[in-house]
């Protein structure tokens, strides 16, 4: 039987970084993964360019049972360290919006790069390698791989949540936690497009395509970016934010002219363009088509001289502060993350093992940590596969 001083089950982003840390620290690293490829969830991300950290990463960016538990690794490890093991692998990268951080060339590259840092310090890689049991032992657990055994004094587990299962994602995590007594929070699709009932995505049908700045909320949280009406419903980022904070049964609403009080320039437009349509106005402001449909469902038809108050209040309303109730969300199969997971109160914060487990640790999306759309995620990856790296 082989022994190793580590496993690692799960060689994407949290696994691969705890391998490195480890390794660092001349520990004996194994890292199991039944994919044929390292880093899928990586190779896909930012299409393909990996939105690898974000500038602002902060406890506040993210969700939990516990907005406590993810301050210590994140202040420990921030945007900077991982820019700088990018920087000296001399891979090319550039700031958009909101201070995402993406590779100027492909996302492999961070693969690579992870994968190089694992080989330097030594740390194996056995892919195709499904775990069938896992055994508490005295000197810490026993691995059945296949037909072969591995022994080792701490366990890593790194294989993440639910979200994209034709990758390989299942809720392994969640089982390997259950069988050591260990809580799991109820998960569901996070960041993940919105779906529609059958009649309303037929009205909405002529939209599909149509993109456009707003500021989306579900009850109190609000964020600003851009909305994708599609034939299944609502995505683009503004959607996929608010989709981990929106529940079924409750209604979103969108302001898709941030900053315009739509009625009052509807009113001054009525007495300086009095001739133009309702129609004409708002798309000043919105997509054209985003503007005819609105203005066709709510009975303005006419030049906008000839809209009374009340239509244009309709009209308005319709604009900035469309309420619109979701039946619910595509589902894992396009969710880029898993909210809820290994429950936070049995993990210790610094060290991410199991406080009833000895030797049993959980990094990554596997645990109840999900953070906003943009980097954020990754950075989680980064930071609390660190942190179990420098303890294991």
Not at 148 to 160: E, K, S
């Amino acid at each position: 039987m082989e022994t190793f001083d580590v496993v690692v089950v799960g060689a994407g982003g949290a696994g691969m970084m705890c391998a490195i840390e480890a390794g660092k620290r001349g520990r004996r690293v194994l890292v199991l993964d039944h994919a044929q490829s390292p880093g899928e969830k990586i190779r896909i991300s930012g299409g393909g360019r990996c939105n690898f950290t974000n500038l602002g990463a902060a406890p506040s960016n993210f969700l939990s049972q516990n907005p406590h538990f993810c301050i210590s690794a994140l202040s420990r490890y921030r945007p900077a360290d991982f820019t700088a093991l990018v920087d000296r692998h001399r891979i090319a990268w550039h700031e958009k919006t909101l201070g995402q951080l993406f590779c100027d060339g492909s996302a492999r590259q961070i693969i690579e790069m992870l994968l190089a840092e694992m080989a330097q310090h030594g740390a194996q890689l056995r892919l195709g390698s499904p775990v069938d049991r896992i055994d508490r032992t005295e000197a810490g657990f026993r691995l059945a791989i296949g037909g072969a055994q591995v022994q080792c004094a701490r366990l890593v587990i790194a294989t993440g949540g639910k979200s994209i299962p034709k990758m390989g994602a299942t809720g392994y995590a969640y089982d390997v936690a259950r069988q050591f007594g260990l809580r799991v929070t109820e998960t569901r699709p996070a960041l993940v497009p919105l779906t529609f009932e059958i009649g309303l995505l037929e009205r909405l049908k002529p939209l599909a395509g149509v993109a456009v700045d707003a500021r989306v909320a579900s009850g109190k949280t609000r964020f600003e970016e851009a909305m994708l009406f599609t034939h299944r419903g609502l995505s683009g980022p503004a959607i996929l934010q608010v989709s981990s904070y929106w529940l079924e049964g409750g209604e979103i609403v969108a302001d898709m002219a941030p900053g315009v009080d739509v009625f009052q320039v509807l009113r001054g437009a009525r007495s300086a363009h009095g001739k133009q349509s309702v129609a004409a106005v708002l798309a000043r402001h919105i997509p054209k088509r985003l503007a005819q449909h609105i203005a066709e469902t709510n009975g303005a038809t006419d030049n906008v001289a000839d809209a009374s108050d009340k239509v244009l209040r309709r009209v308005a309303e319709a604009v900035n502060a469309w309420r619109v109730k979701p039946v619910g969300s595509e589902g894992y199969r396009t969710a880029e993350v898993t909210l809820g997971g290994v429950d936070t109160r049995d993990l210790d914060s610094r060290t991410m093992e199991a406080k009833a487990v000895p030797g049993l640790h959980f990094i990554g999306e596997a645990v109840d940590v999900t953070g906003w759309l943009g980097g954020y995620n990754f950075q989680w990856a980064w930071a609390s596969g660190w942190s179990a790296g420098r303890s294991v």
